[in-house]
């Protein structure tokens, strides 16, 4: 299960990646500010679910003892 949970960790932490980037180059290009507050906030939800994994995952395999 330590396993699944470190892999779903890396997809959500690339998903911020992703969120991350999308915002900054809309804004570097003068686009929606609606469209911004939607990507940080999507980025806001994605980080806390990154933490939670990582929490979760540490739990599972005995937090590296």
């Known amino acids: 299960m330590g ?9 959500v932490m690339f998903a911020v990646l992703v969120v991350l980037g999308r915002g900054l ?5 003068g686009g929606s500010g609606n469209l911004s507050n939607k990507l940080m906030q999507a980025r806001i939800l994605l980080q806390a ?9 540490l739990w599972l395999t005995g937090g590296g003892r």
């Open 3 to 11: 396993t699944v949970t470190y892999f779903l960790t890396l997809v």
């Open 49 to 57: 679910l990154a933490v939670a994994l990582i929490m979760l995952t």
């Open 25 to 29: 180059f809309n804004m570097m290009r």
